[in-house]
């Protein structure tokens, strides 16, 4: 498996995740509203694995500029439509990793990635990426689910789900376990919530500061 294959699973999915709906709305309503509190006008802004659009569409015109990426190409065509019937100054979506922006030299002041680390393969190295992608003082925002807190029979269930092709690569940790690995990455992690409205919150909304 690789990230073409996880590239294959989002294209093949991103039509019917398009028609999800979010599941907690007042705890993705609180988050949106963390996010806006962080972020100042001028900033230059990039999501990791933003999907069909939705938080990029919702948080761009309250800064400079916004690039939105994500593996998918199939999420990003999504993406673009959305864009089309509402257009956001200063907002971009692109098709691309972590990685691949960080070779381009690019440096933004702050990058989000929601629902993202826990299905990137290389967690070390795309954090390392992350930031270097930051200017120095630069913000990284990440709210995405530990699975290592979560039902044990998840993680039983999880790989059969992967074998056969309805569950994509999803990598196991704590949020104790995540905040250790952000900081060893070169970040100070200045503060850990939980924004569920509703039952027990396994998406630990972190903010971190590029050292």
């Not at 500029?65 to 593996?71: F, H, K, M, Q």
């Not at 989000?112 to 003082?137: C, E, K, M, Q, W």
Request: aromatic share 6%.
């Amino acid at each position: 498996m690789s990230t073409a294959s996880d590239a294959r699973f989002w294209d093949r999915s991103s039509r019917r995740y398009a028609r999800s709906r979010i599941s907690d709305q007042a705890g993705y309503e609180r988050t949106l509203e963390q996010v806006r509190a962080l972020l100042k006008p001028g900033d230059t802004v990039l999501e990791l694995g933003c999907g069909t659009g939705t938080t990029a569409l919702r948080l761009a015109d309250g800064v400079g500029s916004y690039l939105a990426t994500d593996i998918s190409s199939g999420m990003i065509a999504i993406a673009e439509e959305k864009r089309t019937a509402g257009p956001v100054p200063g907002l971009a979506f692109r098709a691309a990793t972590a990685e691949a922006v960080a070779s381009e030299g690019a440096r933004f002041d702050a990058v989000l990635a929601f629902n993202y680390l826990h299905l990137v393969r290389d967690l070390g190295g795309t954090l390392r990426s992350i930031h270097a992608l930051l200017a120095p003082g630069g913000l990284f925002v990440s709210k995405t689910p530990s699975l290592g807190d979560m039902n044990p029979l998840i993680r039983l269930v999880l790989p059969l789900m992967q074998m056969i092709g309805k569950a994509p690569y999803a990598g196991i940790f704590s949020a104790q376990d995540l905040s250790a690995r952000i900081a060893a990455a070169g970040f100070e992690v200045l503060s850990v919530e939980r924004h569920a409205s509703k039952g027990k919150d396994s998406r630990p909304f972190i903010v971190a500061r590029r050292k």
